[in-house]
């Protein structure tokens, strides 16, 4: 089975609004990467947090391990945000087999 | 704040033609990562590299798919034989090793 989910599938959001997405995870992982990818589909990564809590910019993180669950909360969306949401691990925990995404959270951010 | 780039953005090819598309991976990554995702937004890893060496790929790589990482070269990934479901985007990723992973903008194929 799939071995990163994520959810909600999609998000509706008026601009301003907070935004919370969910990652699980079914093998351990001490590699966790959230990306940003655009309509054109370029990648961009976004956070790398295997453990803990980190932020950047009007994102934040919270990863806990033990219960193979990632985070990703989006304060004061605003269009700009408008994309897909990507979560990857390392499930072998030494790149050999690269990562393993999830399928993505489409969020549209609406003024 | 990726600086992995790739060539080129957009490739149209007919069923059983060659495609081949370019990567330079961040200066100083050893690693270099191409993946493939489809319309479904699924992605397959196909093939990594440690400097010029090949660390792992996948079947389907090896049977139709070449690679290369040359030293003081663009990575380059070719499908010797293109196929309708070979239609997809391209991602190219470096990195330090067990660490962050960065993407080029990809290549998006279109096999007629």
């Known amino acids: 089975g799939q071995q990163v989910q994520q959810s909600p599938s999609s998000l509706v959001l008026q601009e301003g609004e907070n935004a919370e997405l969910q990652c699980n995870f079914s093998?351990?992982?001490?590699?966790l990467q959230w990306f940003y990818q655009s309509p054109g589909g370029s990648l961009v990564s976004l956070l790398s947090?295997?453990?803990g809590t980190k932020h950047t910019g009007r994102l934040t993180s919270t990863t806990v391990t033990k219960e193979r669950r990632s985070s990703l909360h989006i304060s004061s969306s605003q269009t700009t945000d408008s994309g897909t949401y990507l979560c990857?691990?390392?499930?072998?925990?030494?790149?050999?087999?690269?990562?393993?995404f999830g399928l993505g959270t489409r969020v549209s951010v609406f003024p | 704040n990726s600086k992995v780039i790739q060539t080129p953005r957009y490739l149209v090819k007919g069923q059983g033609q060659k495609a081949k598309m370019r990567c330079i991976p961040e200066?100083?990554?050893?690693?270099v990562f191409w993946y493939q995702q489809n319309k479904n937004n699924e992605f397959k890893f196909l093939i990594n590299?440690?400097?010029?060496?090949?660390?792992?790929q996948i079947d389907m790589t090896e049977k139709r798919f070449s690679a290369e990482c040359p030293s003081n070269s663009p990575c380059s990934l070719e499908i010797q034989s293109s196929e309708a479901g070979d239609s997809a985007l391209y991602l190219c990723?470096?990195?330090?090793?067990?660490?962050?992973?960065?993407f080029g903008p990809g290549t998006r194929l279109t096999v007629l």
């Open positions: 990723a470096s990195s330090l090793g067990v660490a962050e992973q960065f």
């Open positions: 093998s351990t992982a001490t590699q």
């Open positions: 947090n295997p453990s």
């Open positions: 990857a691990i390392d499930p072998q925990d030494n790149y050999a087999q690269g990562l393993t």
């Open positions: 200066k100083g990554h050893p690693v």
């Open positions: 590299f440690q400097n010029q060496e090949v660390l792992q």
